[in-house]
Every structure is written in C-alpha cells, then in structure tokens.
C-alpha cells in the first residue's frame, strides 16, 4: 500500500482521452511538486512531466499534468498504441522526509 | 549524451553485504544530486535514496535506513549503494538517476540506467 494513490489500471482506445489520478496528502502533494514517470517493461523509466505540469524536451504535448490541493492528474489525449505503459506519480513526502510514488497505473490501449 | 551505467548486482544470501555501483557519463555529475530507485519483481517503483551533489545531504526510505549507505565520488563521476544485513524482500532491479535540476535536492529525475538486479536468496 502506497502513500500516493492511484487506480491500478486504466484504458481507451487510440485517439481518446485518458487521465490518471493521484491522490496523497498534505505532507506530500499539498506542499511539494508532482512528477509522473512512464516505464515501459524491460526498459529504463522515462520522466514525463515534472514541477506538476512542465514537459522536458521531447515529451509530446499529448501529456499533460494538473495538481489542485492533495490530488494530481495526468492526462493522455489522442490515446496512442505505444501509450500502453505504467504509468507512477511521485511526490516529496516531509513526513516521511523522503519520495514516494504512487502503485502505478497500467494503461491499456485498447 | 547522458549515461548512467549501474553494476554488482549479484546473488546474495539473506544477511549479507553488496555494493553496488553505478558510473556516469555526459553531464557535470557533481552539480546533480543522484537518486537509487528500485523495482521488485512484478512490483512498482520504490524510491531507496537520495544524495546531493557534494555527498553532504542524503536521505533513506523508512525501509532501508540503518542498512544501506549511499555515497558518490564525485573524482570518478562514480554513485554508490552499500547494502547491508540484506533481506529476501530487497530483491529488485536497482536504478541510478540524476536529478533533472542542477544543485537541487528534491527535484524530480529526467535520466535512469538500465538497472542492476539484486537477488537475495539462500
């Protein structure tokens, strides 16, 4: 059991729209930045979207991030066959003085 | 380019000692905290620990502090992970990362190795 909560499985069919939740608390997402990694198996996790809702360089503009209070969102639009990946959310926890992520959620392309 | 390349993960017993090791390359590694994240089998992703860019800060999860020592020679763009007292569920493909921000603690991580397995087993 996490810290970050995130439904464990998620899934649409190429070109919908597709969003992530991640809901934490106070010492967590209330107070630091969310990020999002993309891991696909047998390959090294990729970071998508960090400081809640900046893109690096290369990232398509089809993912996006929000963050309101204790919860953060990712966002898939124009859902694409290589999307299909777990997707973890991760915050500073100053409770636990350390990170947490979230369970991961798979994305299904259906 | 930016290269993370972790080694020494081998088979150990439970109670044992390992250190592993992960070399950089295509960034100035002592201007970047550096970060080890692990991943069990058939588990998601958890954060072990963190060291700034000078080896001064570090900060351990819950579940490995006391046992594990993170530490960097900055002379050999070189990171380190020494695991002590080491236990069945440490088992995991063990990641380098480098911080996305320059001389930051607490930022996110924009560049992972490929990993090194750690197998506890009797």
């Known amino acids: 059991q996490s810290v970050l909560t995130q439904p464990p499985s998620a899934s649409g069919t190429p070109g919908q729209w597709v969003t992530i939740s991640c809901s934490g608390s106070n010492s967590n997402i209330g107070t630091n930045n969310v990020n999002w990694y993309q891991h696909l198996p047998g390959t090294a996790p990729k970071l998508l979207i960090y400081?809640?809702?900046q893109r690096p360089s290369g990232v398509p503009d089809r993912f996006s991030g929000s963050k309101a209070g204790t919860s953060a969102s990712l966002a898939i639009s124009g859902l694409q066959s290589e999307d299909e990946a777990d997707y973890y959310c991760a915050a500073w926890d100053d409770s636990l003085n350390g990170f947490v992520f979230g369970i991961g959620t798979k994305v299904d392309v259906l | 380019e930016v290269q993370l390349v972790e080694s020494g993960g081998v088979v150990v017993q439970p109670g044992g000692s390992l250190r592993i090791s992960c070399v950089a390359s295509g960034f100035n590694f002592d201007t970047y905290s550096m970060e080890w994240v692990r991943q069990a089998p058939g588990k998601g992703l958890e954060w072990v620990s963190l060291?700034?860019?000078?080896?001064?800060?570090?900060y351990y999860a819950e579940s490995v502090k006391g046992r594990f020592t993170i530490s960097r020679d900055n002379s050999k763009n070189s990171l380190y992970l020494q695991m002590n007292s080491l236990r069945t569920e440490d088992t995991a493909l063990y990641y380098c990362a480098k911080s996305t921000h320059q001389l930051s603690l607490r930022s996110s991580v924009d560049y992972w190795g490929q990993g090194t397995l750690v197998t506890v087993s009797s």
């Open positions: 060291i700034s860019w000078r080896g001064l800060t570090t």
């Open positions: 400081t809640n809702n």
